[in-house]
């Protein structure tokens, strides 16, 4: 909260003023207008690495917990809370704003700096949000996302005292310039956190260099500009915080590499042979070697398990494919190769496009001997062709070049994610339906386990247009949704009976996966 300030001319030259507490202002040690200008260079990197810790945490808590909208309104939500109360509080420091500044940016650097690492600490090592710590990073997000809000908001107040201190102005005036140095820092964090530090540095790695920033930037301010309105001891104090602050920021950047190995093992298992992270998400493959089965896990959930994924494939590939033709086959997603191994399975087989998100995994498939021997080479196989990019941008402007397919193989991330909802949509499926050869064209879901968001996928697919079977095929829960013009004819496998009541289809602007 910004309190009003009563208009005053500026300050001349050589004319000593005194602020409202009555104590005398100490000389700056540069001029009023350079001085105004280091405030406001101040604002605008302080904007910048308040922002940055806001999109930390959403990204993190969205890696490690899943569905982005909802954390993403919780740190939103909370924040904005927490700013207002930082605002009131800043009313106690007024008296003192220098020194009040000072602290609020160190606390900020530390708070922010860590939030990354303790948030991933406590997601690895209790249980991945299982077991009797299960909402301990729920919690923790909470509490990160109101500690930085209630800091961030302590400081527009203080640093509204600061310029009035260095030159008087019109109170409408100073918030002005504030303000747009503020947006403006908000912007370039904006901006500057998934261009330059997400791809250069990593989540850790970043909030540790942004925290030293944020240190950096309030001390010099405090301790440079305004040193003199400081009592020896506070200078001493205010120096020895952001020392220690930096220091520690320091050891945990040398460290960084050491915990993200340690908790990467604690989530995945002592077997981690690759961890990558490409354009998209982490990938982390387990396994692979001397007889251990393979398991590819993609932003932290397990995507692959070779235990049963031979299982799994054969019976989303093997119905359909029995079912018709098959010359032709689209594959969207599936750029492990699993789901082409049992594509080029069966004879007959003229061409398979394989769209998928994420180019790095498909890389992976290709040149990793442990997934190049679980798909037995399928993505190197002429007659299979690839792209990569949005599954959903690349159907809808042609990039299943193709044409018209016997049959399209949906081996998609879980609905359950905000960011592959729109790829069970009702919008997809009519985007599916539109490249299927007529009039014997087969589609195939893999839907997950029945349940409520099983029986949603299917009322997608249906109200697409599409005739469907529900179905199982073989041991295990998984279920299918096979559809087409006409109802498909799928040999050996378990229809599955509709619920009495239902569900309604998801769509791109009202998904429906969130139960």
């Avoid at 800091?151 to 409408?172: H, K, N, S, T």
Wanted: hydrophobic share 50%; with cysteine; glycine share 14%.
């Amino acid at each position: 909260m910004i309190e009003p300030h009563v208009s005053a001319p500026p300050a001349r030259r050589g004319v000593t003023t005194r602020p409202a507490g009555g104590r005398g202002r100490a000389p700056l040690p540069v001029k009023p207008g350079t001085g105004r200008f280091l405030v406001l260079v101040c604002v605008f990197v302080c904007a910048a690495c308040g922002l940055v810790y806001e999109l930390e945490l959403v990204a993190l808590a969205s890696y490690l917990m899943g569905d982005s909208v909802t954390q993403a309104s919780v740190v939103l939500s909370f924040m904005v809370f927490a700013m207002g109360l930082g605002s009131l509080a800043a009313k106690r420091l007024r008296p003192r704003a220098a020194a009040g500044f000072g602290l609020v940016e160190a606390a900020l650097a530390l708070v922010g700096g860590f939030s990354a690492m303790a948030l991933y600490a406590v997601f690895a090592w209790t249980d991945g949000g299982a077991g009797a710590f299960g909402d301990s990073p729920r919690w923790l997000l909470v509490g990160f996302s109101l500690a930085i809000g209630v800091l961030i908001g302590a400081e527009v107040p203080l640093l509204m005292v600061l310029i009035q201190r260095i030159r008087r102005q019109d109170a409408g005036g100073a918030v002005a310039d504030l303000f747009a140095a503020d947006y403006v820092g908000a912007l370039v964090g904006g901006l500057a956190f998934p261009f330059l530090l997400l791809p250069m540095f990593g989540q850790l790695t970043g909030a540790l260099l942004t925290g030293a920033v944020n240190a950096v930037a309030g001390g010099a301010l405090v301790l440079g500009l305004l040193r003199r309105d400081l009592s020896v001891r506070g200078r001493r104090v205010l120096l020895a915080v952001n020392l220690l602050v930096l220091g520690l920021l320091a050891a945990a950047f040398v460290r960084v590499d050491d915990f993200e190995r340690a908790a990467r093992q604690a989530i995945y298992g002592a077997d981690v042979r690759v961890a990558v992270r490409t354009a998209v998400q982490e990938v982390v493959l387990t396994g692979g070697e001397r007889g251990r089965p393979l398991d590819l896990y993609l932003d932290g959930q397990l995507r692959v398990s070779g235990r049963d994924e031979a299982r799994r494939h054969a019976a989303l590939v093997g119905p359909v494919m029995r079912g018709g033709a098959h010359a032709r086959v689209l594959v969207l997603g599936g750029g492990d190769g699993l789901a082409v191994r049992e594509v080029l399975r069966r004879p007959g087989v003229r061409h398979v496009d394989v769209l998928d998100t994420d180019a790095g995994v498909v890389r992976l498939a290709r040149t990793d001997p442990g997934l190049r021997s679980l798909n037995r080479g399928a993505l190197s196989d002429p007659r299979v062709e690839v792209r990569t990019g949005d599954v959903f941008s690349l159907l809808r402007g042609g990039g299943a070049r193709g044409g018209r397919y016997d049959v399209v193989i949906c081996d998609l991330p879980d609905p359950g994610r905000t960011d592959s909802t729109k790829l069970y949509s009702q919008e997809f499926y009519g985007l599916v339906s539109r490249v299927l050869s007529a009039p014997r064209g087969r589609v195939v879901v893999a839907g997950g386990a029945v349940s409520g968001r099983f029986w949603t996928v299917v009322s997608s697919v249906r109200a697409a247009g599409l005739r469907v079977v529900a179905y199982q095929h073989g041991p295990g829960p998984a279920a299918f949704v096979a559809a087409g013009r006409t109802a498909p004819r799928l040999p050996s496998v378990r229809p599955l009976q509709a619920p009495a009541h239902p569900r309604p289809p998801s769509t791109l602007v009202h998904p429906r996966y969130s139960d």
